[in-house]
Nanobody, 111 residues
């Protein structure tokens, strides 16, 4: 079992950037897959980016993902935010075939 705690969400204006953090309750390098999802209003939760043990990270367009093993922290840096990025951002960890979700951190992009 693992617990993940996200932070770094908040309000931003279009074009600004935010960096989210996720700290799991166990060694981040021991987690098979750890990554970021988001849920925007009216849509299903979607995968954004993640690390799979032994593989490189998969990262879409304006987002970048990084992992600091010394701080046991996963980051999601979001550049050039758009209003459509508003939503609840989750960190998820997969261990032995089971997915553990954090509580989420809210990101709101508006003028």
């Amino acid at each position: 079992q693992v617990h993940a705690v996200e932070s770094g969400g908040g309000s931003a204006q279009p074009g600004e950037s935010l960096r989210l953090s996720c700290i799991p309750s166990r060694n981040i390098d021991s987690i098979t897959i750890i990554g970021w999802y988001r849920q925007v209003p009216g849509k299903q939760r979607e995968y954004l980016a993640g690390f799979e043990s032994g593989s490189r990270a998969t990262v879409p367009h304006r987002f970048s993902i990084s992992k600091d093993s010394a701080k046991n922290t996963l980051y999601l840096e979001m550049l050039d935010l758009e209003r459509e990025d508003t939503g609840l951002y989750y960190c998820a960890a997969v261990i032995e075939g089971r997915t553990y979700w954090g509580q989420g951190t809210q990101v709101t992009v508006s003028l």
